[in-house]
């Protein structure tokens, strides 16, 4: 089959992108032809600049919509105008050769960042009957700037959009019961996965570097938080409990990037390490999708400076943070068990419904970082061998339920549907 991820973007190491890739190889792997067509692009495929939700004329009626409070009338015609627009784009590219047997769109029938991209796309799959998979990472009614806003109208007609040639996915039980209560459509459970046959988990001649690059220390304890970021992830509890640890060879890494939410967070939050005068490293300018050298002015001399990924991130880690207050299920929880880290987290509502029933050993803490939390560091520092049994054990439970081989299963069982409607 000719498959076509249509995306606002894949790039960087979003949920949503990262997941793009995983299916991808699955897909490829299942001896399909993929290709991505996005606003933006950090890998092969083909870039519309006006898909992405950054796109100029798209940020501005996105503001308007959400943020306004004023009638949807007064920007209905820009967006379908826009909306045509695009259309003519996608249309242009399915007939040159791509036309696609499976359409694959992930989270944009699902969050409202770009309405035009939203109707453009609904026509199109409702005009050729086009198989497709709306897969929803998350859904606009679990953001407050959604609720707060006087176009539910527009929301609810088209995230998503009821037709018939679309087969709906999503990544949680909650999100598919919600979905059910207020739309009446059906889904699919598909959570994110990794491919637990991989041997990325390993230390090799390019990661070996990392810590040198970064001026950490062979003996330095390295906490890690590879999330966005972004307010929800909650930084400053990570901040916290580093403080709280009291140990001069803690050190606080965050790989993550601010991306769609603004700058403000992360200057909040480098001024907070100030404050509380704990070491740490914002070092997402360094961290990408692929490895590579980049040349930088260093004291009027060039440079060459090596790029890592997030995964070189986690081999290099000796701890992983993970205080969120929502996820859509939790890509940093499965590559944590793929890497074999110790993950420290805040149970969050996907976490308590549909990972921890599975048994999976983890040390929870509140907001305010509990004294047996430290403890259970403090413990684990000075057990290597219960660390090493721990990360085997939830290694061993994650193969089992987030392993590429769920989403064949599952996506074999989608494309088998849609091709009988």
């Known amino acids: 089959m000719q498959i076509v991820f249509l995306a606002?973007?894949?790039?960087?190491?979003?949920?949503?992108?990262?997941?793009?890739?995983?299916?991808?190889?699955?897909?490829?792997?299942?001896?399909?032809?993929?290709?991505?067509?996005?606003?933006?692009?950090?890998?092969?495929?083909?870039?519309?600049?006006?898909?992405?939700?950054?796109?100029?004329?798209?940020?501005?009626?996105?503001?308007?919509?959400?943020?306004?409070?004023?009638?949807?009338?007064?920007?209905?015609?820009?967006?379908?105008?826009?909306?045509?627009?695009?259309?003519?784009?996608?249309?242009?590219?399915?007939?040159?050769?791509?036309?696609?047997?499976?359409?694959?769109?992930?989270?944009?029938?699902?969050?409202?960042?770009?309405?035009?991209?939203?109707?453009?796309?609904?026509?199109?799959?409702?005009?050729?009957?086009?198989?497709?998979?709306?897969?929803?990472?998350?859904?606009?009614?679990?953001?407050?700037?959604?609720?707060?806003s006087t176009m539910f109208g527009f929301f609810k007609h088209w995230f998503p959009p009821n037709i018939f040639s679309i087969s709906h996915c999503v990544i949680n039980s909650i999100a598919k019961e919600e979905l059910f209560k207020r739309t009446g459509l059906k889904a699919e459970v598909i959570p994110d996965t990794y491919d637990f046959n991989s041997k990325t988990n390993q230390i090799d001649a390019f990661s070996k570097n990392?810590?040198?690059?970064?001026?950490?220390?062979?003996?330095?304890?390295?906490?890690?938080?590879?999330?966005?970021?972004?307010?929800?992830?909650?930084?400053?509890?990570?901040?916290?409990?580093?403080?709280?640890?009291?140990?001069?060879?803690?050190?606080?890494?965050?790989?993550?990037?601010?991306?769609?939410?603004?700058?403000?967070?992360?200057?909040?939050?480098?001024?907070?390490?100030?404050?509380?005068?704990?070491?740490?490293?914002?070092?997402?300018?360094?961290?990408?999708?692929?490895r590579r050298y980049v040349e930088e002015n260093k004291n009027g001399k060039t440079v060459r400076r090596r790029i890592f990924t997030l995964w070189d991130s986690y081999v290099n880690s000796d701890f992983v943070l993970y205080p969120t207050s929502c996820e859509g299920f939790g890509n940093q929880f499965i590559e944590t068990m793929f890497f074999k880290k110790p993950i420290l987290l805040t149970p969050y509502p996907v976490y308590l419904k549909d990972i921890k029933p599975l048994g999976f050993r983890t040390i929870e803490m509140t907001e305010n970082v509990q004294e047996d939390v430290i403890k259970n560091i403090n413990f684990l520092i000075s057990s290597p061998s219960e660390v090493g049994e721990m990360v085997r054990d939830n290694f061993d439970l994650a193969k089992k339920y987030f392993d590429y081989k769920v989403v064949r299963e599952k996506l074999n069982k989608i494309i088998s549907t849609l091709n009988k409607k």
């Not at 950054?54 to 007064?74: C, F, M, T, W």
């Not at 403000?264 to 100030?274: G, V």
Request: glycine fraction near 8%; charged fraction near 30%; proline fraction near 4%.
């Open 8 to 148: 606002t973007r894949i790039f960087g190491n979003d949920g949503v992108s990262l997941e793009a890739g995983h299916w991808k190889e699955i897909l490829l792997k299942m001896g399909h032809k993929v290709t991505f067509v996005a606003g933006q692009l950090d890998q092969s495929g083909i870039l519309i600049p006006e898909l992405h939700f950054q796109h100029p004329k798209i940020a501005e009626l996105y503001d308007n919509v959400v943020y306004s409070k004023g009638d949807y009338r007064k920007v209905e015609s820009g967006i379908f105008d826009i909306a045509g627009t695009i259309e003519g784009k996608i249309r242009e590219v399915f007939h040159n050769g791509i036309y696609p047997d499976l359409l694959i769109v992930p989270n944009i029938f699902s969050i409202p960042m770009s309405f035009p991209l939203a109707v453009a796309l609904a026509r199109v799959i409702e005009e050729d009957k086009i198989p497709t998979i709306a897969r929803h990472h998350d859904f606009w009614w679990e953001r407050d700037r959604f609720n707060n």
């Open 210 to 290: 990392f810590r040198s690059d970064f001026s950490l220390k062979k003996d330095d304890i390295i906490f890690l938080q590879p999330t966005r970021l972004v307010p929800r992830k909650r930084i400053e509890i990570s901040v916290k409990l580093v403080k709280k640890l009291g140990n001069s060879k803690a050190v606080l890494v965050l790989a993550g990037h601010s991306g769609d939410e603004g700058y403000l967070y992360e200057k909040r939050m480098k001024k907070l390490c100030l404050k509380e005068n704990i070491r740490y490293k914002f070092i997402g300018k360094y961290i990408n999708s692929r």
